[in-house]
């Protein structure tokens, strides 16, 4: 399977003279996540000596102020921490106009002038920690004034990247228009779309799990596949930040996403190698065989006060009488060969009674059983959070003189298997295949236009209200209609049956 243009040609770290620039570096989201993850591969040795680290925002502030802002989201080894903030620094200048930009050209032009070897590759990713209604602008102002590289040495090996953040657009009009105007600055081959959840280490899993174990094929499919829940819960509201999430709403803030990434990476087929373009063929291939999500099969919720915790309309920051549903649950249905007839559930809620994200197969029941089994079906779940773990439900016979049965599982939690490993946040593993230039676990247009296609129509339909979330309580399940939207795509729950992780979270 693997031949010479399945491998990137990734360099030495030590040969290149790499600068990221962090656009939004006063956010929070630089802050929490931008940044922590450059440190964690800088302390690790992933990035090269070679390294500055260079934040642009509008915020008045000096390199020191950025640096103590940055220090208590950074965790390990004071010298580490302070070496690596040694190579941050910090330029003030607007998201418009062209100014901050020239004085941005002119740092990184003295920078990149002052290496010693004028043969080594230079290296510039731009990773905008930024709203995406400033996107247009801020590339604008970087297409301009920051893409030459004016090395002496004119290295086709240099490069220019940007990352941008989710979420592409509210709608597929809307994608489509934010597609088209980076397009006509930078080539699909420079643009990085980030979606974090691609970079999780139970999603990378995913395809290796699939394709380079033969027993996993043989049952892949609808002959022996009842269902399919991908779900997302978390079980803390919006927490003052309401007014963000109500601009969106869960199925934009998570389903069309995170959870199409995930479905998408199921239901694909075997890639012809693993150059990130052919697995990004299968996935944007898988997707637009999916018919588009239907009201009547979706359900929608809003989570409301419960005792002493306040609802969702209760929060100062969501408009009153806001109708953003909280929590929704839609079934999907893959029309192909492989999958005809299996429902796809992606579920996702907020204020729910766990925090977890997992992808559950559920087979369909042993045919004329020998044993009592009822209610022991099958189920392949894989963990992505908390607790990483790939576990697989089956039907043992109870220990004793009886011959009784129940579900245990064969079980591999990371906690346990690889107790001691570190696991790479998803930030850091996706910063770092942008610097390689692996656009694998990156969202390419044409299949963000195949998933905005699924879910455009139910949004518009939404949008006019044509479905209106029901109230559910904080800490439960979600809105009962969740159940029965799950009983009607044939998900039978085990009611002898809890998952006990073999280590502790």
């Not at 656009?23 to 964690?40: F, Q």
């Not at 690596?84 to 910090?90: G, K, R």
């Not at 280490?201 to 892949?220: C, D, G, I, K, P």
């Not at 392949?380 to 049965?405: C, H, N, S, W």
Request: hydrophobic fraction near 35%.
């Amino acid at each position: 399977m693997a031949s010479a243009r399945d491998t990137m040609p990734f360099c030495d770290p030590s040969g290149i003279c790499l600068t990221v620039v962090v656009l939004g570096a006063s956010g929070d989201l630089a802050k929490k996540k931008t940044y922590p993850a450059l440190y964690a591969l800088y302390h690790r040795g992933f990035l090269p000596p070679n390294l500055r680290v260079v934040g642009y925002a509008r915020s008045a502030l000096t390199d020191e102020d950025l640096r103590s802002r940055l220090k208590g989201f950074l965790k390990g080894e004071e010298d580490s921490i302070d070496k690596f903030l040694a190579s941050c620094s910090y330029v003030r200048g607007e998201y418009n106009g062209s100014e901050g930009y020239e004085k941005l050209q002119e740092i990184l032009l003295q920078r990149e002038g002052e290496m010693m070897c004028p043969s080594q590759i230079v290296g510039r990713l731009f990773y905008l920690a930024l709203p995406p209604s400033v996107y247009p602008q801020v590339c604008t102002g970087l297409r301009h004034n920051c893409t030459d590289l004016d090395n002496a040495a004119d290295n086709p090996k240099n490069w220019i990247r940007i990352i941008v953040e989710k979420p592409f657009g509210k709608d597929l009009q809307s994608s489509e228009q934010l597609a088209d105007s980076l397009g006509a600055l930078f080539p699909e081959d420079q643009l990085y779309r980030i979606d974090h959840y691609l970079g999780k280490e139970l999603a990378q899993n995913m395809t290796v799990m699939r394709f380079a174990n033969t027993f996993y094929n043989s049952w892949w499919h609808r002959d022996y596949i009842s269902n399919v829940q991908i779900t997302f819960k978390e079980n803390f509201g919006t927490q003052g930040r309401g007014g963000y999430f109500d601009q969106f709403g869960i199925i934009r803030d998570v389903i069309q996403n995170h959870l199409i990434q995930l479905l998408a990476l199921v239901a694909m087929e075997k890639p012809v190698s693993l150059h990130p373009d052919d697995i990004r063929d299968e996935k944007t291939r898988v997707l637009r065989c999916i018919a588009p999500a239907t009201v009547e099969d979706t359900v929608l919720g809003q989570y409301v006060a419960t005792g002493d915790e306040p609802g969702y309309l209760d929060d100062p920051t969501v408009p009153p009488g806001s109708k953003t549903p909280t929590f929704a649950a839609c079934t999907l249905y893959v029309r192909n060969d492989r999958w005809y007839g299996v429902p796809f559930v992606l579920k996702a809620g907020k204020a729910l009674n766990e925090r977890k994200a997992e992808v559950r197969i559920q087979l369909k029941p042993t045919p004329a059983s020998l044993y009592l089994s009822e209610g022991m079906r099958n189920e392949f779940v894989m963990r992505l959070q908390p607790g990483e773990a790939i576990y697989m439900k089956t039907v043992v016979k109870k220990p004793g003189l009886e011959m009784d049965t129940e579900m245990s599982e064969l079980d591999l939690s990371y906690t346990k298997r690889y107790s001691g490993v570190h696991i790479p946040e998803a930030y850091e593993r996706l910063i770092l295949d942008a610097i390689r230039g692996d656009q694998q676990h990156f969202v390419r247009r044409d299949e963000l236009r195949a998933a905005w296609a699924i879910f455009t129509p139910l949004l518009h339909q939404i949008d006019e209200g044509a479905l209106t979330p029901e109230p559910y309580d904080i800490g439960s399940r979600g809105p009962a209609s969740a159940d029965a939207l799950l009983a009607r795509a044939g998900f039978e729950k085990g009611a002898k049956y809890t998952w006990n992780p073999s280590a502790s979270m």
